[in-house]
């Protein structure tokens, strides 16, 4: 018995069907308006008890809301109202207002078909279970039939209450399959006219990618920077480790520069964190560039035991912000390489120069031993590929291999980041 009353009385045919008297509620203001048209045009003063010039109030009424569903609100209003009450999968529903002529189009067919047979079923409901209920009480009382409702007062007969009850619960069931049908019909409906079109797919495309090109840009930072710090803070451990009852001088500079370190990673760690968090925080450690981070980038790296002769012959203060900070983590990994593979005591030679309009880095290392297993596989890793993607960013190249026994990392950079780099 449940099974058969779910299609009429279900959870999801109830929910529809306030979905529908909420058109109906919408539908009224509409109505009413469409009344102040037709009393004057028909010149009665009984609009509002009239089925005949209600029903014209109602057809008035319904080219005035589809005009006023073009305003922007109403497709994201509509379409939370579907996936509440509707039972529509929200995939295949559009996110925001109508944004092309067609698609406000659909819009304004879907928000008159919605108050039509909102208004519909909402006067029906009004109507339809007052009557249903006399019906299959009439029966038992025998005073309604003589009422003056020439529909009722016509069961007064012998053999008519017998019908009566019978009458009634197939008025309700009747009121009960309509709702149903209108609004599995508009269920169905609904994917096609408040259904994403080509532009709203172009729209949902290009936050996909804006969201996928900050996700590459924060795994980067993360693996950069703390990638970086735990291949420092490892060697320099190690380092202090193997001399310290005979250096305890390199011992102090080395857990100092692993505490340096540390404390540094953390902050840029927070940054990396806030951005996901959904924004940037004030007073958070801002993102390290090549002009007021270098010097402390090699002291640090060199406390690990790596030997770097560095060179730099650019004005790295007048480089634009964003190339000063992609320059400064290109440097980072490319000795953040050099750590890991070659380990300590290797000498690093990183150059920093300007040629032909371009920023140009360049670190070296001999490749002997395991440092020359690791150069020889083939496909590097996230930091070289990451490398090349913030060289690409700024319009520049990235290369990195073994060459003559050394292991070189070059990257060339423009001077002055392209726009919409931040």
């Given at each position: 018995?449940n099974?058969?009353?779910?299609?009429?009385?279900?959870?999801?045919?109830?929910?529809?069907?306030?979905?529908?008297?909420?058109?109906?509620a919408?539908?009224?203001?509409?109505?009413?308006?469409?009344?102040?048209?037709?009393?004057?045009?028909?010149?009665?003063?009984?609009?509002?008890?009239s089925?005949?010039?209600?029903?014209?109030?109602?057809?008035?009424?319904?080219?005035?809301?589809?005009?006023?569903?073009?305003?922007?609100?109403?497709?994201?209003?509509?379409?939370?109202a579907?996936?509440?009450?509707?039972?529509?999968?929200?995939?295949?529903?559009?996110?925001?207002?109508?944004?092309?002529?067609?698609?406000?189009?659909?819009?304004?067919?879907?928000?008159?078909?919605?108050?039509?047979?909102g208004?519909?079923?909402?006067?029906?409901?009004l109507?339809?279970?007052?009557?249903?209920?006399?019906?299959?009480?009439?029966?038992?009382?025998?005073?309604?039939?003589?009422?003056?409702?020439?529909?009722?007062?016509?069961?007064?007969?012998?053999?008519?209450?017998?019908?009566?009850?019978?009458?009634?619960?197939?008025?309700?069931?009747?009121?009960?399959?309509?709702?149903?049908?209108c609004?599995?019909?508009?269920?169905?409906?609904?994917?096609?006219?408040?259904?994403?079109?080509?532009?709203?797919?172009?729209?949902?495309?290009?936050?996909?990618?804006?969201?996928?090109?900050?996700?590459?840009r924060?795994?980067?930072?993360?693996?950069?920077?703390?990638?970086?710090?735990?291949?420092?803070?490892?060697?320099?451990?190690?380092?202090?480790?193997?001399?310290?009852?005979?250096?305890?001088?390199?011992v102090?500079?080395?857990?100092?520069?692993?505490?340096?370190?540390?404390?540094?990673?953390?902050?840029?760690?927070?940054?990396?964190?806030?951005?996901?968090?959904?924004?940037?925080?004030?007073?958070?450690?801002?993102?390290?560039?090549?002009?007021?981070?270098?010097d402390?980038?090699?002291?640090?790296?060199?406390?690990?035991?790596?030997?770097?002769?560095?060179?730099v012959?650019?004005?790295?203060?007048?480089?634009?912000?964003?190339?000063?900070?992609?320059?400064?983590?290109?440097?980072?990994?490319?000795?953040?390489?050099?750590?890991r593979?070659?380990?300590?005591?290797?000498?690093?030679?990183?150059?920093?120069?300007?040629?032909?309009?371009?920023?140009?880095?360049?670190?070296?290392?001999?490749?002997?031993?395991?440092?020359?297993?690791?150069?020889?596989?083939?496909?590097?890793?996230?930091?070289?590929?990451?490398?090349?993607d913030?060289?690409?960013?700024?319009?520049?190249?990235?290369?990195?291999?073994?060459?003559?026994?050394?292991?070189?990392?070059?990257?060339?950079?423009?001077?002055?980041?392209?726009?919409?780099?931040?």
């Open positions: 018995m099974k058969a009353l779910r299609p009429l009385l279900g959870r999801r045919t109830r929910r529809r069907w306030v979905h529908l008297i909420l058109g109906g919408l539908a009224m203001p509409y109505v009413l308006v469409g009344a102040v048209v037709v009393g004057p045009v028909t010149g009665s003063s009984e609009v509002l008890t089925l005949p010039l209600q029903l014209a109030s109602f057809a008035v009424g319904l080219p005035l809301a589809a005009v006023t569903s073009l305003f922007p609100p109403t497709r994201p209003m509509s379409v939370a579907v996936r509440a009450l509707c039972g529509v999968d929200p995939g295949r529903l559009a996110e925001g207002p109508a944004r092309s002529r067609a698609a406000k189009g659909r819009t304004a067919v879907w928000f008159t078909l919605h108050l039509a047979l208004g519909i079923v909402s006067g029906m409901s109507a339809v279970p007052p009557f249903g209920a006399v019906l299959i009480v009439l029966p038992l009382v025998p005073a309604l039939r003589d009422t003056p409702v020439p529909v009722i007062g016509g069961f007064g007969r012998t053999w008519a209450p017998v019908l009566a009850p019978v009458t009634g619960v197939v008025t309700l069931a009747a009121l009960a399959a309509c709702a149903a049908g609004g599995a019909l508009l269920a169905r409906w609904a994917p096609v006219l408040l259904g994403p079109g080509p532009e709203d797919r172009l729209a949902a495309a290009e936050a996909r990618a804006a969201d996928l090109a900050v996700r590459n924060l795994a980067r930072e993360l693996h950069d920077s703390v990638g970086h710090a735990l291949s420092a803070v490892t060697l320099q451990a190690s380092a202090a480790r193997r001399v310290l009852g005979t250096d305890p001088e390199f102090r500079e080395a857990l100092a520069a692993i505490e340096e370190t540390t404390r540094r990673t953390v902050g840029e760690l927070d940054a990396v964190l806030g951005v996901l968090r959904g924004g940037e925080a004030a007073g958070r450690a801002p993102a390290p560039t090549l002009a007021a981070d270098l402390g980038l090699l002291r640090r790296t060199r406390a690990g035991g790596l030997r770097i002769t560095a060179e012959a650019a004005d790295t203060g007048a480089l634009a912000p964003v190339v000063s900070r992609e320059a400064y983590r290109i440097v980072q990994e490319g000795l953040g390489n050099a750590l593979h070659a380990g300590g005591n290797v000498p690093v030679a990183l150059r920093v120069g300007v040629a032909a309009g371009h920023l140009e880095i360049t670190v070296e290392n001999p490749v002997t031993g395991p440092a020359r297993e690791s150069a020889a596989r083939t496909g590097g890793g996230h930091g070289l590929r990451g490398i090349a913030r060289a690409a960013l700024l319009g520049g190249t990235a290369h990195a291999g073994p060459s003559d026994g050394l292991w070189r990392l070059s990257a060339r950079l423009p001077l002055h980041a392209p726009e919409g780099t931040a």
